[in-house]
């Protein structure tokens, strides 16, 4: 991570762009980061309880929270920012530590059962996400698994989560996200939709309603562009499950 923006962004990350407009504790933005998780990410995590999981560019530690409640006993996180490492620790998530990626990730290899990386790889340049991609599969176990959360190209307003954050880099889409992981050397690649509804069920009822005219109509936009839809997804998040290698 070379650009030099990245040392005065991230010195207060949480302070000025995680928590800059929620008006809200780190407590009450735990508990609903967790709750989203659960629902998102654990589910895609192994049965066994016992699993190594790395959680790189963890934040504050919230999905090692929704996977600690769920029953996973060996998870690990780690973060380049010293303030979200030190809320963490507030908050009782002392797995948390302030690493960079790159450098843990070598002295590791072979090791992991699990690695989650949620909006993590837009923060990066395509020559450093390659290069993450690379150290992840070399970390793995074999037949380990990389969970992906990242923003969506394809979603109809993809640029409130590209550009809402100045350290983002990168954006993919499905079919990017899939050419990406494959060329990295990753197999069984997955692309699906993220989660896209509110936690309050009267506004559920009508973000699924919202949601399913929204889709219809891109859906449609590429139907009269003679474009298939097969394989693709529009929500403002995807999530990409891939493999290592078994041999």
């Avoid at 407009?21 to 933005?29: E, L, N, V």
């Avoid at 999981?53 to 530690?61: A, R």
């Avoid at 996180?77 to 963490?88: C, L, N, R, Y």
Wanted: hydrophobic residues 40%; contains cysteine.
């Amino acid at each position: 991570m070379s650009q030099a923006y990245r040392s005065l962004f991230y010195k207060e990350y949480y302070t000025k762009q995680v928590g800059r407009f929620q008006g809200i504790t780190s407590q009450s933005k735990l508990t609903i980061e967790v709750t989203v998780f659960a629902l998102e990410i654990v589910p895609l995590l192994s049965n066994n309880k016992q699993a190594t999981i790395l959680d790189i560019g963890c934040g504050f530690g919230s999905f090692l929270s929704a996977a600690k409640q769920a029953g996973y006993t060996n998870t690990i996180g780690i973060d380049t920012s010293a303030e979200q490492v030190d809320i963490a620790h507030q908050l009782g998530i002392t797995e948390v530590v302030q690493e960079d990626a790159f450098t843990y990730l070598q002295k590791y290899p072979n090791h992991f059962d699990t690695i989650t990386a949620l909006d993590v790889l837009e923060h990066f340049t395509k020559d450093e996400a390659v290069s993450l991609l690379h150290h992840v599969l070399n970390a793995l176990k074999p037949g380990g698994k990389l969970i992906l959360r990242t923003p969506n190209a394809d979603s109809p307003m993809s640029s409130v989560y590209l550009f809402g954050d100045f350290t983002h880099e990168l954006i993919l889409n499905a079919s990017s996200a899939h050419q990406l992981l494959v060329t990295c050397g990753f197999q069984n690649i997955h692309i699906q939709k993220a989660f896209t509804q509110s936690l309050h069920p009267i506004k559920r009822l009508f973000q699924q309603t919202s949601w399913w005219l929204l889709e219809l109509a891109q859906k449609w936009k590429l139907f009269a562009t003679a474009r298939t839809t097969k394989g693709m997804v529009f929500t403002p998040n995807m999530i990409a499950v891939a493999h290592k290698s078994v041999s």
